[in-house]
């Protein structure tokens, strides 16, 4: 009975045993060409496959390699034969370059129609452990013509195609930089924990280059570094595998279209909220609010000793015109407009118009003429009415002054504001108005703190006529911010109507202690000529860019595709996004940037220094700053040689911020 089971089993087994090749054998691997069925049908499609069981610790190559070796290669004689079907490589590190590879056992399978059962196939591999060798061999397998049923070796080919990737259900897209950016709504930081990309071409990015992930709500990006043969406007092809907090791995092959790259991932909203409160706090200290202290000063001590209602006319004031400026923001994107913080800076109409108001104020504050005082026939009322509208006012200049400063992070907080709801971003604003005013409300309320404000007397006086001249400053340096956007003709314009605008405010003060008749007159005729030298704003535009200008100073003009030439020969660059109007962005350059020890950095690293000018909005800089989940300058970007990560760097910079950076990079 043993004898006869003996026999039946070499009968049963003998059909399937014919269904793999003869072995080619080495010390490092065996090789076998195997198939899926037992029996083929002329012309009718089946799978054939090279069969790789590779001894422990070496291995063999994907269709890419990576930075070395040589994929294997299957020739089928006599037959019409597909591409070979890859499962998922691995990574593998040798030395100092990074493989794509396989092993232990791999199946390479190849899609078949033959008129007969004779297959011939003739294979090359080359197998790496501490030194590579390359092997090949010659295999055939005799299959009977028949009806096709599972081989032996059909689990083999079943386990290949769960190791296949399969088609991505995510939609990708490539950045010029070689940010992967891939979104579904599966994609979460609940759910991803580990993603990387191989490249299913050679020369499309460096293989041995880390890929930092960044999850967000609903995608992820993966921050690839491109080789040479990187071509972002082509698409970029491969297999994606994102490993989840089970540790499963889903392995999908993708083929990223060309785009931008997504702004970075917004931060919750309460930590956002706490950056604008921050933002406004620091914004006091900013140079732009310098020229109103005067008024500040003067406000602070009404609301302390007098008063304490001045202190919310002053906060309504603020945070009206923070409410104001998000809604224009907001109306403005919707048009389609490349506005940010401090867009307004970019017209050259707003521009001589806070520059006819500063020298208002400023000869307010040198008592050319009054406005608030008790005017004859008005009653104590009316006085505390205009007291009130004073402080308004106050609240409202000192926003629209502030704004071409930005404060440490309110580049953050605007940023993420514009990119959620029209509801969320007019909260941020008005939490960043908070910032602003609750000085002024901490002097007002708490009485530990109203003690050490001065009572009032005659240092108000002198002190408001003595803090005048920054007003003057500002007006003059709004002038040069004018011939900056609009030439020579808009510093004309503007200059003119200076002049009718001093005119107006002399005569105004002048009759204030008049007649009846004789003020009338007189404001008239003032308002005629600020009439006047508005009718003279009429057509005053920006001056055409000038595409090839250079920059001022040291660097050279900033345009997206120098930064790609300067980032492909692997030099460092050092990004400077930069306003004329930005006066944080001017401080910066003078002490943090344009210094002899900086300068020196730079020549001696060579870095590239590009300097981008925002002043009339140009869209290719809105674009980068959006990038870098910036709204507005200055933005400083650092990319390090050889195209590692970009690092973003602080918007108040000093000179130590700037050599440590180039000296660890």
């Known amino acids: 009975m043993r004898w006869l089971l003996a026999v039946l089993f070499v009968l049963v087994a003998a059909p399937a045993m014919a269904l793999e090749s003869a072995p080619v054998t080495s010390p490092r691997a065996i090789a076998t060409l195997v198939t899926e069925t037992d029996a083929i049908q002329p012309n009718a499609p089946f799978r054939v496959a090279l069969r790789l069981r590779l001894a422990d610790g070496w291995h063999t190559y994907w269709k890419n390699p990576g930075d070395a070796g040589v994929a294997p290669d299957l020739t089928i004689q006599n037959a019409t034969a597909s591409p070979i079907d890859w499962p998922t490589p691995r990574r593998v590190q040798e030395g100092p370059v990074m493989t794509y590879a396989y092993i232990g056992e791999v199946l390479l399978p190849v899609t078949l129609t033959s008129t007969t059962g004779v297959i011939r196939a003739h294979a090359q591999w080359l197998v790496c452990k501490d030194i590579c060798v390359p092997e090949e061999g010659d295999f055939s397998l005799n299959l009977p013509i028949g009806a096709p049923r599972p081989s032996a070796q059909a689990p083999l080919f079943r386990a290949h195609d769960r190791a296949v990737p399969r088609a991505s259900p995510w939609a990708a897209r490539i950045a010029p930089d070689g940010t992967l950016f891939v979104q579904g709504p599966e994609l979460t930081q609940a759910t991803v924990t580990d993603a990387w990309f191989i490249p299913d071409q050679p020369n499309r990015i460096q293989d041995d280059a880390a890929q930092p992930l960044s999850v967000r709500q609903g995608g992820f990006t993966l921050a690839l570094k491109p080789a040479g043969g990187f071509d972002a406007a082509k698409g970029l092809g491969g297999v994606l595998s994102v490993r989840d907090r089970a540790g499963m791995q889903a392995d999908v092959l993708i083929q990223a279209a060309p785009g931008p790259a997504p702004a970075p991932a917004l931060p919750p909203l309460p930590q956002v909220l706490a950056f604008a409160l921050f933002g406004g706090l620091i914004l006091n200290l900013m140079p732009c609010v310098f020229p109103i202290l005067a008024m500040k000063a003067v406000a602070l001590a009404r609301g302390v000793h007098g008063n304490r209602n001045h202190t919310v006319s002053y906060t309504a004031g603020v945070l009206v015109t923070f409410i104001a400026?998000?809604?224009?923001l907001l109306i403005a994107r919707r048009a389609g407009s490349a506005a940010g913080w401090g867009f307004q800076f970019s017209s050259p109409l707003f521009v001589a118009a806070m520059a006819w108001l500063l020298l208002a104020v400023g000869l307010n504050l040198s008592g050319v003429f009054q406005i608030g005082g008790r005017l004859a026939g008005a009653g104590s009322g009316l006085a505390r009415h205009q007291g009130h509208l004073g402080s308004f006012f106050t609240g409202l200049l000192a926003v629209l002054v502030a704004t071409p400063c930005t404060?440490?992070?309110?580049?953050?907080?605007?940023?993420?504001?514009?990119?959620?709801?029209?509801a969320v971003t007019v909260l941020v604003f008005v939490v960043m108005g908070l910032g602003l005013a609750i000085p002024y409300v901490a002097l007002a309320t708490l009485p530990g703190v109203a003690r050490l404000v001065p009572r009032p007397g005659p240092w108000m006086e002198v002190l408001k006529q003595a803090l005048a001249f920054p007003m003057y400053g500002a007006a003059a340096w709004l002038l040069w911010v004018i011939s900056q956007e609009a030439g020579s003709t808009g510093v004309l314009v503007t200059a003119a109507g200076a002049v009718l605008v001093g005119f107006a405010a002399w005569l105004f003060g002048a009759s204030q202690t008049g007649s009846l008749r004789m003020r009338r007159i007189a404001q008239v005729t003032a308002a005629a000529a600020v009439l006047t030298a508005a009718l003279g704003l009429n057509g005053l535009g920006p001056m055409a860019p000038e595409g090839s200008a250079p920059v001022a100073g040291a660097g050279e003009r900033f345009t997206p595709s120098r930064l790609a030439e300067l980032r492909a020969q692997g030099r460092p660059v050092f990004v400077n996004m930069t306003a004329a109007w930005c006066v944080t962005c001017l401080v910066n350059e003078r002490v943090a940037i344009s210094t002899g020890p900086v300068?020196?950095?730079?020549?001696?690293?060579?870095?590239?220094y590009l300097k981008g000018d925002w002043t009339r909005q140009d869209p290719a800089i809105t674009a980068f700053l959006r990038?870098?989940?910036?709204?507005g300058v200055p933005l400083y970007v650092f990319f390090p040689a050889g195209g590692g990560q970009p690092e973003v760097l602080p918007q108040i910079l000093t000179e130590n911020?700037?050599?440590?950076?180039?000296?660890?990079?």
């Open 627 to 631: 990038q870098n989940g910036r709204d």
């Open 407 to 422: 404060a440490p992070f309110m580049g953050v907080a605007v940023a993420a504001g514009l990119a959620a709801p029209p």
């Open 599 to 608: 300068e020196q950095a730079f020549a001696a690293g060579d870095v590239a």
């Open 325 to 328: 400026l998000a809604v224009a």
């Open 657 to 665: 911020t700037v050599l440590r950076l180039l000296r660890t990079s």
